[in-house]
Nanobody, 120 residues
Framework: EVQLVESGGGLVQPGGSLRLSCAAS????????MSWVRQAPGKGLEWVSS????????YYADSVKGRFTISTDNAKNTVYLQMNSLKSEDTAVYYC?????????????WGQGTQVTVSS
C-alpha cells in the first residue's frame, strides 16, 4: 500500500524558513517523480516543485524559484522541501504527491497535507 506522510508545517514569520518532509512507503521511491503542490485558502491547487531522482532533475514554479529547494534522501524514502524567505502568500496547505512515473504525469497518490502559515 502506497503511503505519503507529510510533516514539518507550522507558523513562521515572513522571511523565515521551514523544511517540509514527506515520508513515502509502498513503492520503489527513486523510480518515480515526486512533487509538492499547495492550496492557499479559497484558491485552487498550485504546483510548487518536482524532483525526478532517476535523472537528477528538479523543477520549480516561478513563484518559489530561488527560495525553495526540493531534495530527496533515497535511503530514507523521503522528499523534502526547504522553504526560505517565506512570504505571506506562501501560506497554504502543502501536499506531497507521487507521479505515475514522470514529473509531467498525473499524480496517483497524495499525502494528507501539512499547513504552512506565514504571518507576523
Amino acid at each position: 500500500e502506497v503511503q505519503l506522510v507529510e510533516s514539518g508545517g507550522g507558523l513562521v514569520q515572513p522571511g523565515g524558513s521551514l523544511r517540509l518532509s514527506c515520508a513515502a512507503s509502498g513503492f520503489t521511491f527513486d523510480d518515480y517523480a515526486m512533487s509538492w503542490v499547495r492550496q492557499a485558502p479559497g484558491k485552487g491547487l498550485e504546483w510548487v516543485s518536482s524532483i525526478y531522482s532517476y535523472i537528477s532533475n528538479t523543477y520549480y514554479a516561478d513563484s518559489v524559484k530561488g527560495r525553495f529547494t526540493i531534495s530527496t534522501d533515497n535511503a530514507k524514502n523521503t522528499v523534502y522541501l526547504q522553504m526560505n524567505s517565506l512570504k505571506s502568500e506562501d501560506t497554504a496547505v502543502y501536499y506531497c504527491a507521487k507521479s505515475l512515473l514522470l514529473p509531467e504525469d498525473e499524480y496517483d497518490y497524495w499525502g494528507q497535507g501539512t499547513q504552512v502559515t506565514v504571518s507576523s
